[in-house]
């Protein structure tokens, strides 16, 4: 009884660090070329978030870019009107790392006005987080309306 316990313990334990280990390779193939809202496969959770900025899309792109950098974020994927990345993240004080997804998208909606649209999808499997996309698309946000606001 208590090696079927301990077996039973041990399976548990191998699937919880398969779903929460290793980091994503790449963010190829998660996000259409559309913005908003998406079907990602295997995502448990995602948020939406947009901003509208009175500035033309190139200054919007570089500001996207450097958003992402100041809180340690990066790209794989660097199209003209969409980058994306993968990220393991955890809000400051969580002992939790989730693997997220997160695509940016950069739409001229004026001469010099442009619509940033921010998509997180939560990929693991197990334990907490399911509400970080929301999170990590808040911190983006902020960090780009921060860059921009140096402009």
Not at 14 to 39: D, E, F, H, N, R
Not at 61 to 87: C, E, H, R, W
Not at 129 to 142: D, F, N, S, T, Y
Request: charge should be neutral.
């Amino acid at each position: 009884m208590c090696d079927r316990i301990v077996k039973s313990l041990l399976c548990f334990s191998i699937l919880l660090v398969m779903g929460c280990a290793g980091p994503l390779v790449s963010s190829v193939g998660y996000y259409g070329p559309t913005p908003g809202p998406q079907k990602v496969k295997g995502s448990y959770d995602q948020a939406v978030k947009t901003i509208d900025a009175d500035y033309d899309a190139e200054d919007v792109k570089k500001a996207v870019i450097q958003g992402a950098g100041i809180i340690g974020l990066t790209f794989d994927v660097v199209n003209d009107n969409m980058l994306s990345g993968t990220t393991r993240w955890a809000p400051p004080g969580s002992e939790y790392i989730a693997n997220l997804v997160y695509a940016v998208y950069i739409s001229k909606i004026g001469k010099r006005e442009t619509r940033i649209t921010i998509v997180v999808d939560h990929l693991s499997f197990a334990g907490g987080g399911a509400h970080w996309p929301i999170l990590l698309a808040q911190r983006l946000v902020a960090s780009i309306n921060s860059v921009l606001a140096t402009y």
